[in-house]
Nanobody, 123 residues
Framework: QVQLVESGGGLVQAGGSLRLSCASS????????MGWFRQAPGKEREFVAA???????YYANSVKGRFTISRDNTENTLYLQMNSLKPEDTAVYYC?????????????????WGQGTQVTVSS
């Protein structure tokens, strides 16, 4: 079993930045594919970004150029640097991981999830 704990959310003005962290209870090399998803009130959970064991990155079009996903396998931590935040980025952000190296954008295909961290962007 893998436990994921997110942190770093908060309230920020539009145009600001936040850095989310996701600490894993196991070595992140045991969960090669990791990603970030978000869910706004009344909406379905959606893909934000993912990273492979080789650090190849994938982004949703809505965040491309503004968000950067990265991982530190020595610290067993996944990160999401969010710049130029917009009010439409407001959501609960979740860290997710897979037991293999396949990258998917579908939430149901991830094996482990964190509890989420709230990000609120004011206009």
């Amino acid at each position: 079993q893998v436990q994921l704990v997110e942190s770093g959310g908060g309230l920020v003005q539009a145009g600001g930045s936040l850095r989310l962290s996701c600490a894993s209870s196991r070595r992140t090399t045991s969960t090669p594919a990791m990603g970030w998803f978000r869910q706004a009130p009344g909406k379905e959970r959606e893909f934000v970004a993912a990273i492979s064991s080789g650090s190849t990155t994938y982004y949703a079009n809505s965040v491309k150029g503004r968000f950067t996903i990265s991982r530190d396998n020595t610290e067993n931590t996944l990160y999401l640097q969010m710049n130029s935040l917009k009010p439409e980025d407001t959501a609960v952000y979740y860290c997710a991981a897979r037991m293999d190296s396949a990258i998917f954008t579908t939430p149901s295909l991830y094996h482990y999830w964190g509890q989420g961290t709230q990000v609120t962007v004011s206009s």
